[in-house]
């Protein structure tokens, strides 16, 4: 609630009905797990933030430990044995991103490392040295390396209890790794950077160039939870691009499930697990909500805490209440029942006390038999709603992107990269909806896509092979056939970003000639963009 107060968050709480004692509560022994979630581009400014905030006293980036696969422990061998420096460099980057002990299983798989020198160097035994040694090296410590998300928040004796040194980055960083802070009872922050908040910042500020349009995502005025196109598009499965529903499980479910409201993304965020589809929480849930058949409750007492999962145990929060109710214990009472329902040990625990003290509060031997069945089943595959709805906020803001400024949105996707599928689909998808593909230009491409406004007769060209202009999306769908997307000069192959520089820097280019001289890019470059 604080957070949603201050902003941090754009979840309601208490309209979810999310429960602190999930979180955090007086009975809980472990410090709570704290993320924060932001844009994988900036994440790096995010650090000397914390750091002037706190004082650097108090902070320290958490440590892992970097061990050996294939590439390195060929090279740190090669350089042990003396060999040079070129063959075994290119000896390890002919290998894949493998394990050190697989390198000779990669050989009899790869026939690719087996061609060339490489191969003919195999055949004369000459690596079987190099090779032999690599492999005792798999898994040993090779270096400590800052750990990509993990951050200590304390108080000012921080460096009486951690020895530090500095990150690659400059950061102070803990000689401990998170299972050493955690043992030591140390506060871990972790600052995820996430692709898709850089795409959605990304085509934020496109609107704006474009269109003159300021859109604050997190203001509800101007991104309601409520809009039935965002909605239409979702129910349509039309969804690549957009954060956690584009799956082609995800895309199956939506479109069997149609969600209608926000609440309901959050309830399809949390089916889309592996414990709920393994232990078919699905099927009950959508036979019932498309009302092929009725809602089953488990007792009259629970049907408020099932209602809007239409009778199934969906998540984290709904097992606490039903342990509560049952139980008559208190919330954080339940949530360390729902915590040792995770081990062997726990749950048989769990098993001695709760049918007696459900009988206790006067419920039959039945209902005792099928609430067990449900808490031992599901509770721990079910999903924390608090997380769920926290996912749901960006899949829902990436939705209306995609609904209200579909060109600028998958600009960000082409840009940032943050899905599951190669950039070719997603430009068909922007083709689906009526986005010309503007080809590479040297006077106009950039390193990022950019929008551009377009005629409807832009790509194709009318009456070229007998291609007509472009076709108007289906019903119900955005039309953008106003906006062309055109495409970024850093996804030409082989090029440098360096040359991606120069190019932008000296533009207009009057001919071929003037680019070839000014640009000063390689030849492979020149003949890919000509």
């Known amino acids: 609630l604080v957070c949603y107060l201050l902003g941090i968050s754009g979840v309601e709480p208490i309209e979810h009905g999310l429960l602190m004692e999930r979180f955090l509560s007086p009975l809980r022994q472990a410090l709570p797990d704290i993320d924060v979630d932001v844009e994988s581009a900036r994440r790096l400014e995010v650090y000397p933030a914390i750091f002037d905030r706190f004082g650097l006293e108090r902070v320290a980036c958490v440590s892992m430990m970097d061990t050996y696969r294939v590439r390195h422990a060929v090279r740190d061998t090669g350089a042990a044995l003396g060999l040079p420096p070129g063959e075994v460099d290119a000896i390890a980057k002919a290998f894949p991103h493998v394990r050190a002990r697989d390198a000779r299983l990669a050989l009899d798989e790869l026939p690719e490392l087996r061609a060339g020198r490489l191969g003919d160097a195999l055949r004369d035994g000459q690596l079987e040295v190099l090779l032999a040694l690599a492999e005792k090296l798999d898994g040993l410590p090779r270096h400590v390396a800052m750990h990509p998300c993990g951050v200590i928040l304390s108080d000012p004796t921080l460096l009486d209890r951690t020895p530090t040194e500095p990150s690659l980055a400059g950061f102070a960083m803990s000689q401990f790794d998170k299972d050493d802070v955690e043992n030591l009872g140390l506060l871990k922050l972790d600052v995820l950077g996430i692709r898709m908040q850089s795409a959605m910042a990304y085509a934020v500020t496109e609107i704006q160039r474009v269109d003159d349009v300021a859109v604050d995502l997190d203001d ?8 039935p196109a965002t909605y239409r598009l979702i129910q349509s499965t039309r969804t690549l691009g957009c954060f956690q529903i584009e799956s082609p499980g995800q895309r199956e479910l939506i479109g069997k499930f149609a969600p209608e409201t926000f609440g309901d993304i959050i309830i399809d965020i949390s089916l889309f697990r592996p414990g709920p589809v393994k232990s078919d929480m699905v099927t009950p849930f959508l036979l019932a909500r498309q009302q092929w058949q009725m809602p089953e409750y488990l007792h009259p007492d629970l049907e408020p805490v099932l209602h809007e999962t239409c009778g199934v145990v969906v998540f984290h929060e709904q097992v606490l209440a039903i342990i509560a109710i049952v139980t008559g214990c208190s919330l954080a009472e ?40 449900v808490l031992e089943a599901f509770a721990s595959f079910g999903f924390c709603k608090a997380h769920a709805a926290a996912f749901a906020l960006p899949t829902y803001q990436s939705a209306w992107l995609k609904t209200h400024h579909t060109a600028a949105f998958l600009a960000g996707v082409l840009t940032h990269d943050p899905g599951m599928y190669p950039k070719r689909l997603i430009l068909e998808d922007a083709r689906a909806f009526g986005i010309a593909v503007l080809g590479l230009d040297v006077n106009v491409s950039d390193d990022v896509y950019r929008v551009e406004r377009v005629g409807v007769d832009d790509e194709p060209p009318p009456g070229i092979l007998g291609e007509p202009p472009r076709h108007p999306p289906p019903d119900g769908l955005p039309d953008a056939r106003a906006y062309g997307i055109r495409l970024s000069l850093c996804d030409v192959a082989g090029i440098s970003a360096d040359e991606v520089s120069r190019i932008i820097a000296g533009r207009p280019f009057h001919s071929l000639t003037d680019f070839w001289h000014r640009a000063r890019v390689s030849r492979p470059v020149a003949e890919k963009l000509v």
């Open 220 to 227: 509800r005025a101007c991104v309601p939870l409520d809009d």
């Open 334 to 373: 339940a949530d360390e029942v729902r915590r040792a329902l995770g081990d062997r040990e726990g749950k048989e625990q769990v098993r001695a006390w709760l049918p007696d003290a459900a009988r206790a509060r006067g419920y039959d031997e039945a209902t005792v038999t099928r609430v067990w069945e």
